[in-house]
Each structure stands twice: as structure tokens, then as C-alpha cells.
């Protein structure tokens, strides 16, 4: 059964530092995105991305993430310079199309910003 | 915007009873698509069950259904014959049919079963 990949499944980080998250979507996807779960709280919604380019993004999302599809397998989010209130679950999902098709998720990425 | 809520944190259930979860949402569309995932302590989200807001039938999974009341702006997740393995965090979610394809997540309910 096909499925979205994330590694690594735990990063451990400096403030300060810049770290790549990696997602393999599945292959026949078209539709992108990275969520947020901080401990203890619900998913957010971070960035959706289409055709190369994002479609959408929230609040959260400011100049210091930045996705990018280099390959046309992987899709990373990159935050440039970490904060503490940046460690929480990172999720990677895909969709074959817009709608009611299901988003598939990844097992996530823990991010730890020391 | 859309909101999502969920007004239980937590429930407990017997195994193999039945117990129900309940999710509201508000939006101002007419088309559109909800959702509840489960959350297992592994993190992974996994998608329970899926209803288009069309559909009057109400989707069911297995032992999992669900309560549509679309004037009401009500989805209740059911769940029947609970298992040990259905403890998790369930995250009630809704999309837009159109234009945006986020999903915008409730804040969860910890299901606990009791053996």
C-alpha cells in the first residue's frame, strides 16, 4: 500500500539552526502539505502546495519556513533560524486531488528545538 | 473562516461497547467534506471515515458511522463493539469543496477503552 514518508522521524536542534524536514509523498499525488501538531494541542494547518507553487498558507507560516518539491519525489519544509515554539510534531500529507479524496499523512517528524 | 469543535476532551467506554463522539463545525458553505481522523500514540494520523455534506446517507466503516445533521452543523463519530485498539485521539476535520483544500482539525477527544 502506497504511503507518505517523513524523515527524520525525530530531529533534535539548536535554536538558531535551520532544519529540513523531508517528506516522500506518494507518487501519483498532485497535492502537497505540512501540518503542526505542538504537544498536547490540534493540527494546524502550515502550508498547502500545487503545481510547483504554494496555494495556500496560514499565519504560522511566515518568511522563516519555506517549502520547496527539488526532485519531483521529495517535498521539504525548511525553517531557516529555529525558535522553541517551533519543537512539535511536523506532519507531511498528500491528496490525488482536491475535495473529498482523503489526505494520507505521514508518521510525522518530532522536532525538538533546544 | 471554519471552526471546528470538539466539547468532550475525553471519553472512556467499556470494551466492547459503543460510544460516541461528537464534533460541530461552522461554516458558511454548502459543499464540503468532514472527516475524523484517529490518532494512535504512534502520532500517525489515519483516516477513520469521510462524508461528503451532498450525501444525506450517513457513511459508515466497519464498527465506525457516523451522525450527519448538516442544518445543525453536527458530525458524531459512533463506534461500535469498542475495542482495545481504538484507544486513541480522534480529530474531527473539515475541507472546503472549493477554493482552499486545507483540513481544519477539532482539538481532539482521548478515547480510553477499559478493559
Known amino acids: 500500500e502506497p504511503e507518505v514518508t517523513q524523515t527524520p522521524s525525530h530531529q533534535v536542534t539548536q535554536m538558531g539552526q535551520e532544519v529540513i524536514l523531508r517528506c516522500v509523498p506518494i507518487?501519483?499525488?498532485?497535492?502537497f502539505y505540512w501540518y503542526r501538531q505542538i504537544l498536547g494541542q490540534k493540527v494546524e494547518f502550515l502550508v498547502s502546495f500545487y503545481n510547483n507553487e504554494i496555494s495556500e498558507k496560514s499565519e504560522i507560516f511566515d518568511d522563516q519556513f519555506s517549502v520547496e518539491r527539488p526532485d519531483g519525489s521529495n517535498f521539504t519544509l525548511k525553517i531557516r533560524s529555529t525558535k522553541l515554539e517551533d519543537s512539535a510534531m511536523y506532519f507531511c500529507?498528500?491528496?490525488?486531488?482536491?475535495?473529498?479524496?482523503?489526505?494520507?499523512f505521514g508518521q510525522g517528524t518530532r522536532l525538538t528545538v533546544v | 473562516a471554519q471552526t471546528v469543535t470538539q466539547s468532550q476532551p475525553e471519553m472512556s467506554v467499556q470494551e466492547a461497547e459503543t460510544v460516541t463522539l461528537s464534533c460541530t463545525y461552522d461554516?458558511?458553505?454548502?459543499?464540503?467534506?468532514l472527516f475524523w481522523y484517529k490518532q494512535p500514540p504512534s502520532r500517525q494520523m489515519i483516516l477513520v471515515i469521510r462524508?461528503?455534506?451532498?450525501?444525506?446517507q450517513n457513511a459508515t466503516e466497519n464498527r465506525f458511522s457516523v451522525n450527519f445533521q448538516k442544518a445543525a452543523k453536527s458530525f458524531s463519530l459512533k463506534i461500535s463493539d469498542s475495542q482495545l485498539g481504538d484507544a486513541a485521539m480522534y480529530f474531527c476535520?473539515?475541507?472546503?469543496?472549493?477554493?482552499?483544500?486545507?483540513?481544519?482539525f477539532g482539538q481532539g477527544t482521548r478515547l480510553t477503552i477499559n478493559p
Open positions: 461554516t458558511s458553505e454548502s459543499d464540503y467534506y
Open positions: 507518487s501519483n499525488h498532485l497535492y
Open positions: 500529507a498528500s491528496s490525488s486531488d482536491r475535495g473529498g479524496t482523503e489526505a494520507f
Open positions: 476535520a473539515y475541507r472546503s469543496a472549493k477554493g482552499a483544500q486545507k483540513l481544519v
Open positions: 462524508q461528503e455534506a451532498y450525501k444525506q
